[in-house]
Structures are given as structure tokens and as C-alpha cells.
């Protein structure tokens, strides 16, 4: 294609750094956009890029920026025009771009300044300048427009860095793309996940079992239930005929019992009747027994004469016992002892009575003894009292003679008692009389003399010592003497009432001696009575005992008679029962013998039962496992089916995948064989220095860790000093590599079939010698197809290259210097 | 003719001369298609298409032996 379109003319506003309207004139061979960073300059780039396609590679490649992005913070909407020329026709075209904030861009496109596609859609504008250009936007971006990172890209990356960049510059990314998108990821979870489905079942297979053992063990326990019960029928035929024959002497055996019971009954009542026989006829004698009972019956008739049963006794004396009459002399004999036992009885209860009556006297007795023993002992206590009463008598004579003397006493007392105080009051008087010295006398009231006074008190001491002493002793004595009689005559009293009590004992002791005289012989006499009814009483009862022995010998006997005959009834009883245990045909042996046969039959009948349920069991377990492993592996037939298939599937995906690897290969070492002589030529012109004449680009194939078999581009530079190719990446410098990389994509630049004839290059070889920046230029400007080279850049030194490529080789350049503005880049010409 | 679609035709026509099996070939191409329309996102709509496909084949009967 002729490369022939060459950029004019930019006109930017509201472009992302650009706010107000910046307009450059770029129709030069050179045109050095020079500024510091963020002054601009790569916007212009960007804007022209935006212009011919509505948005930038930046944009499309990346997820973050959105075209809104590059309208300017400070306008509200972006425009930029280009204007390119047909270096070759002159024709000129002009595109517009406009975009609104949140609306889509709207562009106009002037031919020859002419608007065409007036009213087209914008895929038919976007398609004509396309066709205009003969490069789609990713074409531009790789081959047009250089940006400093596809260089860095391709001379600092890891090797996958530098292949993806360099497919990518081939426009053969697709391939990685394809490869990565084919992702078999599903296809391996869901083969992962059928597998573990597989293992889980042939787990679950593993613990039923294998089919085929089963149903061979399964025919082999139906074959075995089957002979099982074959056997159980022969059994239980001979089982229910052994049965019914045991049934019947079964039934006989009640019978059977029932006599064998009866025979030992008989047989024991027989042996004990027996043995009692020969007990009741040990000693046993007839006429003695008659002999002795006769000698009793007179015996007993005498006991009843004692007894004052006469008429009884009568009777006993006619009835002689003999032979014929036993039974009735027996009766007879067994009455009259009824009778005595009777009158026993009744003498027992006369004894009794007599007994407690004898008692009582005794008690009575011993009581009176008791009075009479007190009684004597208060008589001899009284008999020292009567002594001194008659003392007492002879002493002061009776009561009334004591009597009589104190009342002649008191008479006396009485007497004295007036004389006393008679002459106590005149030797009162008299002596009061001297004591005052009273001149008349006190009871006649005449002049009494001092003899008279004199006289008074001798006459009065006289009578005190004379008559009044003598009245006073003879008082005391009296009184004395009257006291001495009232103590005799009390004492006389008391003394009196003893011996009356005395008397009174004394008649009380007789009357007591009296009656224990009485009850003594009735003591004697009661006794008497008793001794003679236990005496009758004795009598009786040896007389009974003897009858009564008499009677059960003759008893014994007539039992003895009993039995002899028991024991013939049932010796016959015992026959009969013979007769018929014969008659029953009961075997006992024979019963024995069948149910020993019976119990051995039911226990081979209950173990052939057992063993057949046991192999129903086993029957059924091994049919449900048998269904199960059936339908296990089924399943499992059906798991491991849908798992070939998704291998399969898997299997077509990885080989595909493989194939896009080889094709990449394929596709990489095609691309580089259009590139790499074109490669060499730019590097020649550019590299002017020695040491590396050529390069190349191989495709090496190497196995990746995922297991697919990858290729990537690696550079080699051909060594003068010693004809070698030296990996060229680990070789050289930063310098050299950026040339590496700029041969090519100059190369790329120019084998691609397009019409573009302008490179950009934005920050390119930062590191590069002048000499080689120089030759850079020089190549570019030499470069068949490139018309025109814009260089983004923040190096000065290529204004110099600049200048001497314009003096030496008569090309036209032009340099903007850009610098940071308030609202946008401020931009001066330097041409 | 953009470049892309001229690396297109080349990788088809390697498509074609690479891949012997008929199979394989018909995916790949199928695969590349996808690409051509819809990128990465075709390539993967294909992929899952095609799982879906197998699946649905996987849990149909199969000839050897499926449900009755």
C-alpha cells in the first residue's frame, strides 16, 4: 500500500489536558513535541488517535478509562480536528470528532473540504476512515503509534511478556486469547466431581459384592432350601405318623396312671392293714381276755355299790361275759363305766368343794390364831396396869374416896386462901402505915400514937412470922397434897379403862379359842371326807383304767377281725385293677421309645425349619444385594459412560487448546519471517556501532507447567568479535535494546499493508546515545512508506537531531516546546 | 483487508491444514469463529456451550447400555 497520508493539521479543545483550542500545524517531516512531563504533549497524540477512531487503544485495552474521560474537567465537551494530505494526490481530508459529555461522538468527514458521508451511520464513518487509513484502531496503536511501554514491553518484559506484546504487535493475540478462553475448567469439576461419584460407587459395589459371586451363591442356597425342604416333607410325614401313635397311648396313660394308682394304693393299704393285723393279734387271747373281763364286771359292780348305784351294780353282777355276748357285755361294761366315770366326776367335784371349803377354814384358822396371838400380847401389855390400879386402890382408896378428900382440901385451901390475904393486907396496911407514917389508922380513922405505929409494925412483923408463914405452909401443902390426889385420881382413871379393857379381851381371847376349836374339827372332818373320796376316787379310776383296757383289748380284737377282712376286699380290689392294667395294652417302654423317636424327629424337623429360614435370610439378603450390585453397576456402567464422554470432551478441548498453541508457534515464526530482514536493515541504519551486526527473532517451543507445550519469541544478536548469537535481551545494554526494539517496530511498521504514512512515537529510546538518537531519526526519515515522524518527547537533545537532519539532509521539522499552563498546555514554536 | 482478518484467514487455513481430525478441525474453527465475533467472551460462550452439549449427552441413554 503507498503510505501516503501524512497529518497537516491538529486542532484540540476540551481534549483531556487541552481546554481551550490549541491548533498545530504538522505538515513537516519532523515534528518534535517537546515538554515536560504532563505538559501535554501525549495528549495530541491521543487526540488525533481519537479523532480518527471516536476513541483511543488506551480506552479499549483498559477497563478503568471511558471516553467521557478524555472530554477536559473544564469544558463540556472534546473536539479535535485532523487534517490529512495525500502526499501523492494532494487530496486533502479533514475529520471532525465532537464529544458531548455522557453523548456519543458525532464526526464529519471533508474531502478535499468537502463533507462526505453526510447523514451516514457512524459504523459506515468509522469504516470509511478505516479504509482510509487501511488500519483498524489495534493496527494504529501497533504500528503507527508507538508508546513508550510496547518498547518497554518487548526489551525489559519476562518472555511471556514479550511474546504477548510482540503477538500483540503482531496482531496475533488472538491465539493466547483463544488458548486462555478455552478453559476446560467445568469440563474437569464436573469429571473431578464423576469420578469421586464412580469411586463412591465402587465403594458401595465393594461392600455388597460382585454380582456374579452373588447369584452363583444365591443359585447354590435355593438349591440347598430346595433338597431342605424335600428332606423337611419326608420328616414331617413320619413326624405326624410317630405323633399319632404316641397320641393314642397317650390317651391311655391317664387310664393307665389312674390304676397304677390304685394297684400301689392297694397295694400300701393292703401291706399297712397287714402290719396292723399282726400288731392287733400279738398277745391276743380270747378266754383270758373273757376270764379277765368277767373278774372286772364284778369289780365294777362293787365300785358301783361304793358309788350307791345299786341297781347298776345289780345288773353287772347277773350279765356274764362270754364268747357269744362280747359285744353286748362290752356295751354293758362301757355303761357302767359311764356311770362310775360319772360319779367320779361328780366326787372329783364334791373334792373340790370340799377343798375350798377346807381351805377357807384353814384361812379362817390361821386368822383367829393371828387375833388370839395379838389378844394375848395386849392382855399381858394390860396386866401391869391392873397391878398398879390396885395399887393405887390400896393406896389412895377409890375414885370416890379421892374424891371426897379434894373436896375437903379445897374447903381448907379455900379457907387459908382468906386468912392469907386477910393478914397479907393488914401487914400491908401495917407496913404502909410505917412507910408513910400515917397518923391515924387507916380503917378506923383515929390518931394513931408512935407506939401505936410501932406496935402496928411489930404486930404485923409477928404475924408474918408466925401466923401468916404457918397459913402460907400449910396452903402449900395443901396444895401440894391436892395435886399429888388430882394426879392419883387421873391416873387412877386411865388405869381404870385399862383393866376394863383387859376384861374385855379376855371374854373376846374365850370367845376366839371357841371358835377356832370349831373350825378345827371341822377341819379334821373335811379332811376325813376327802381322804375317803380320793380314797373311792382312786379306786374308780384303777377299776376304769382296767376296764378301759379290758375294753380295748376286746376293741383290738374286734378290729383285728376288721382288717382281715379289709384286707381280703381289697386283695380282690387289687386283682381286678391287675386284670385291667392287662387288659389297657399301655406300654410304658413303648411310649418311652416314641417319644424319644418324636423329640428326635422335631428337633431334625425344627433344625431343618431353622436352616431353611436361615436360608430364606440368606435368599433374600443375597437377592436385595444381588438388585443392588445389579443396579450399582448399572450406575456405575453409567457414571463411568458419561465420564468417557466428558473426558472425551475434555480431551477434544485440551487438543484443541494444543492446537492453538501450535498454530501460535506456526503463526509467530510466519510473522517473523515477513519482519526480521526488514528488522535487520532498520538496525544497520540505526546501530552504528560495531560490536552487533545483525539480530533475529526465533520461536522456541517449550513445556509449560499447565502441560501444554508453548512457544515464545526470543532475540538473538549476532556478535562480530566472535560470529556468535549472544541472547540478545541479557546481552545488551538499555541502550541497544531500545534500538532493538525500535528496528522493529519500524519493521512492523513497514511490512504491514496500510496507508498511514506518519509514525508517532511517544517517549521513545529515553536511553539511547545521541549518536544513535541521531541515526534513529536519520533511519526513520530513510524508512520506505514513513513520510512523517512525530515525536513525543521530554529529551532536549532531539531539537539538536532535529536541527542537523534539517542542515545535512535538507528535512523540514518543527519543534513545539510545551510547559504546564493554568488551564491547559502552553505550547511555542521553534522551527 | 484489515491485517486482522488476514491473520484471521491464516490461522484458518493453518486450521485447515493442521488439524487431521475432521472433529477437531470443526471445533477449532468453530472456536476461532467464535472469537472473530465475540472475543473472548464468544470463545467461552462456545466452551460452556459445548459442556452443556456433553452434558446433556452424558445424561441422555447412552448406546451402551442406558436406562431402559
Known sequence: MPMNLVIEEVEIEGFRYVSSKLRLKLDYDVVLLLGPVGSGKSTVLSAIEFALFGTTYDIKSSRVLRVDDLVNDFSDYAYVRVRLRDADTGDV?????????????RVRVYVNGKQVLKGASSEAVASFIESLLGLTLEDFSRQAYIRARELEALTYGTPSQRSEAIDRLFGIEMLEDIFRSVSPTRLDDHILFMRSQAAAIEEQLRGVGDASALRERLAHVEEEAKRLKAELAELEAELAEREGELKELESLEPEYRRLLGLKAGYE?????????AATLSRGLDLSALISRLNSLRLRLADLLVSLLEHGEAETLRREEVTEGSLAQS???LEAAVATVSRRRRELSEELSQLTDRLAQLRARRDAILSEVSATLRRLRELEGSEREYRDLVSRYGEEADIQRGLRELESRVAELAGLIEYERAVLSVAREVVRRGERRCPVCRRELSSEDIL??????????????????REYDDLRERREDLLQALDRLRRLREDVSLKRGLEIELGRLRAELKAI???????????????????EAEGAVKEIEDAIKAVRDYEEYISTMGSIKRYESKLRDVMLKLRELKYDPERKRELESLVAGLRERAFSLRRRLDELRRERDELAHRLARAEALTKELSEVRDRLKRLEQARERLVRVKQLFRDLQAKVRAEMLRRVVSRMNEVFRQVYVHPDYDRLDIRVEVVRARDGYARSVYEIYAHRTSDGSWVPALRRMSDGQRAILALSFLAALFMTTPHNVGTMMLDEPLPNIDEACKEAMVRMLSRISGVRQI????????????????????????????FSHGPLGPVVKVKE | MSARSGITELIRRLI????EDPELRELALEILEA???????????????VFEEVMRDANEPGDRGGRD
Open chain 1, 93 to 105: 481530508y479533514e475529520v471532525i470528532r465532537r464529544k458531548e459529555r455522557g453523548k456519543a461522538s
Open chain 2, 16 to 19: 485447515e491444514e493442521e488439524a
Open chain 1, 455 to 472: 406496935r402496928v409494925k411489930r404486930a404485923a412483923e409477928e404475924v408474918a412470922e408466925s401466923e401468916y408463914a404457918a397459913y402460907l
Open chain 1, 330 to 332: 362290752v356295751e354293758m
Open chain 1, 520 to 538: 378345827e374339827d371341822e377341819i379334821y372332818e373335811t379332811e376325813a371326807m376327802m381322804d375317803d373320796i380320793r380314797l373311792r376316787l382312786d
Open chain 1, 790 to 817: 512525530v515525536i513525543a518527547t521530554q529529551d532536549p537533545r532531539f531539537v539538536k537531531v532535529i536541527e542537523e537532519g534539517a542542515r545535512e539532509r535538507g528535512l523540514k521539522g518543527i519543534v513545539y516546546e
Open chain 2, 35 to 49: 472469537y472473530v465475533r465475540g472475543g473472548r467472551r464468544g470463545v467461552s460462550e462456545l466452551v460452556n456451550r
Open chain 1, 268 to 276: 400300701t393299704i393292703i401291706r399297712e392293714l397287714r402290719a396292723e
